[in-house]
Antibody
Framework: QITLKESGPTVVRPTQTLTLTCTFSGFSLTTSGVGVGWIRQTPEKALECLGIIYWNDEKRYSPSLKNRLTFTKDTSKNQVVLTMTDMDPVDTATYFC????????????WGQGTLVTVSS | QSALTQPASVSGSRGQSITISCTGTSSDVGGYNYVSWYQQHPDRAPKVMIYDVSNRPSGVSNRFSGSKSGNTASLTISGLQAEDEADYYCSSYASSRTYVFGTGTKVTVL
């Protein structure tokens, strides 16, 4: 059974850097074709794919956010870390991580999500 | 890349069929057969219902079906049931090599 769980701060100040950790089980990021995606959902319920990191360390970032995003992985801990710089109130959202397979065009399953509020 | 366009809401009576549209461009929906559909109940994570335009993952009811024509994909729910009341999002692979989501549709079962 594959499970994922996001963790990190619930409140971030404007201009600060957000760091979120996705801890997963039931799969390995050393397995060919496997990846972890990051998706966020605004309070208005819009979904946005932030990007994906794959087993071979290939990273695909959203074109609109690529200058602010960094994904890293720690295969020994079964963790993926998202770093987003220069946070703004419009970045307030629930952040999800999700299992992804390169040859499949969908994310499944997703973590429960973590709400991050950007406010001074 | 812009969000795919979906109707804000669709409703239907129990037992009826409804269809949700998802309109993109040739850089996403029209360019690839990699459209998926997600169901999201309140305070839950999205769950994939359809992938690669018309394929159902194991365990998903055959009341859910998908199709695509040009830049528009569609999700049809037949034999509408109370538990189908949820938000639905389409998603497509895009030329940016990531994925773009739809604006979301709230399905109400009357």
């Amino acid at each position: 059974q594959i499970t994922l769980k996001e963790s990190g701060p619930t409140v971030v100040r404007p201009t600060q850097t957000l760091t979120l950790t996705c801890t997963f089980s039931g799969f390995s990021l050393t397995t060919s074709g496997v990846g972890v995606g990051w998706i966020r959902q605004t309070p208005e319920k819009a979904l946005e794919c932030l990007g994906i990191i794959y087993w071979n360390d290939e990273k695909r970032y959203s074109p609109s956010l690529k200058n602010r995003l960094t994904f890293t992985k720690d295969t020994s801990k079964n963790q993926v870390v998202l770093t987003m710089t220069d946070m703004d109130p419009v970045d307030t959202a629930t952040y999800f991580c999700a299992h992804k397979v390169l040859s499949y065009s969908y994310f499944d399953p997703w973590g429960q999500g973590t709400l991050v509020t950007v406010s001074s | 890349q812009s969000a795919l366009t979906q109707p804000a809401s669709v409703s239907g009576s129990r037992g009826q069929s409804i269809t949700i549209s998802c309109t993109g461009t040739s850089s996403d929906v029209g360019g690839y057969n990699y459209v998926s559909w997600y169901q999201q109940h309140p305070d839950r994570a999205p769950k994939v219902m359809i992938y690669d335009v018309s394929n159902r993952p194991s365990g998903v009811s055959n009341r859910f079906s998908g199709s695509k024509s040009g830049n528009t994909a569609s999700l049809t729910i037949s034999g509408l049931q109370a538990e189908d009341e949820a938000d639905y999002y389409c998603s497509s692979y895009a030329s940016s090599r990531t994925y773009v989501f739809g604006t979301g549709t709230k399905v109400t079962v009357l």
